[in-house]
């Protein structure tokens, strides 16, 4: 822009013009709505155990590991797995606070986020816990249940809760 428009009455003009529409634009609220059917494939045992408030896991049929969450092949060999479920009860192995809310909808989310070793389970599973009034406590024990809630996807129906 060169300096002759800048300091006219008609560059001026325009100026202030631009400056209110993208002011009034900035401020519109717009609602967007999508539906899509979501296959939950391989994991869907584990989906809908969560749902329910059980905790389905694998078991390696080579190795015997099992985990929870699942993993539909075990380790660098893709051994076949079965289908197990576990008590779910478990140990806090590590834990935070935050808030917020869950992808897909206005689910809130759990007091806090911990790392979980469920009993039984060779790997360690992510999830919210409600119940200890903020920070899950390392060592704690809790059992997963079902919220009774009813949120876009069957994992954020999943919550921990002092056992
Ligand atoms: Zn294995």
Excluded: K
Aim: proline share 8%; charged share 15%; glycine share 14%.
């Amino acid at each position: 822009m060169s300096n002759a428009r800048r300091s006219g009455p008609a560059s001026a003009s325009v100026s202030a013009s631009v400056s209110a529409s993208v002011s009034a634009a900035s401020t519109i609220g717009l609602t967007l709505a999508l539906r899509y059917t979501h296959a939950l494939g391989a994991l869907s045992p584990y989906f809908e155990g969560l749902a329910a408030g059980r905790t389905v896991a694998s078991v390696c049929a080579a190795c015997g590991r099992t985990w929870f969450p699942p993993r539909p092949g075990c380790c660098s060999r893709a051994g076949a797995v079965q289908w197990t479920v576990l008590t779910g009860a478990g140990r806090i192995v590590a834990g935070t606070s935050g808030g917020g809310t869950l992808p897909f909808g206005d689910v809130p989310a759990g007091e806090g986020l911990a790392l979980i070793a469920l009993d039984g389970a060779d790997n360690l599973a992510l999830g919210w816990v409600d119940g200890f009034g903020g920070e899950p406590p390392e060592g704690a024990r809790v059992r997963l249940v079902a919220s009774g809630r009813h949120p876009p996807h069957p994992a954020q129906a999943a919550r921990y809760v002092p056992e």
